[in-house]
């Protein structure tokens, strides 16, 4: 019988526990979407990309080229000229595959370019959600728009407008247009 009387206990105590916190979430992509140094960042970054994929396509171009011709003249070269030509192809095609590493890499120039002009708007908006999260008394705030999957939100804890106006901005959409978008993702 005690025992039963000391479980009862704990698991009161953690009930009670767990509804004095407060939950939160915010949608971090939306708030993002209504910076404008987001907007001119990402413009940026599309701009760089397309360059390189450009650099790339020529460079492509560029090995398909001297392979026909090798292809063309092989029947004709001595040997000692067919394999240096295959060494120049496969040296271009090595040079290639290195540029798109540099280029769009695990930490090719696309990433650090990213990180140069995207991390500190998020680093920023961080800070403004641990602040709110800190003043307001939240023990835990979700942010829907990443993986984790919130089946159900009720709009009323959605803080991304109010992250938005304590870093300076104002929101770009309304209320309903972010609630029609929230239904749709439910399942």
Do not use: C
Not at 8 to 23: D, E, G, H, R, Y
Not at 28 to 40: A, G, R, S, V
Not at 46 to 74: C, G, H, N, P
Request: aromatic share 10%; proline share 2%.
């Amino acid at each position: 019988m005690k025992k039963y009387i000391i479980v009862f206990v704990l698991l009161m105590s953690v009930s009670f526990s767990i509804q004095a916190q407060k939950f939160a979430y915010v949608d971090t992509q939306y708030i993002l979407d209504n910076i404008p140094e987001y907007k001119m960042a990402q413009t940026q970054l599309d701009e760089l990309s397309k360059k390189w994929q450009k650099e790339i396509e020529d460079k492509i171009a560029e090995v398909d080229r001297m392979f026909k011709a090798y292809q063309t003249d092989a029947v004709l070269l001595p040997e000692d000229i067919k394999k240096q030509r295959e060494e120049e192809i496969l040296q271009k095609e090595k040079d290639l595959s290195d540029l798109k590493k540099k280029r769009f890499g695990k930490d090719g120039d696309l990433f650090k370019k990213r990180q140069e002009l995207i991390k500190p708007l998020q680093d920023k908006i961080y800070n403004a959600i641990k602040t709110m999260a800190d003043q307001r008394g939240y023990a835990v705030i979700f942010d829907r728009s990443g993986s984790l999957s919130i089946l159900y939100a009720y709009d009323r804890y959605d803080k991304s407008d109010e992250v938005l106006e304590d870093m300076g901005y104002s929101p770009g959409e309304s209320k309903s247009k972010k609630s029609s978008n929230s239904s749709k993702s439910r399942r």
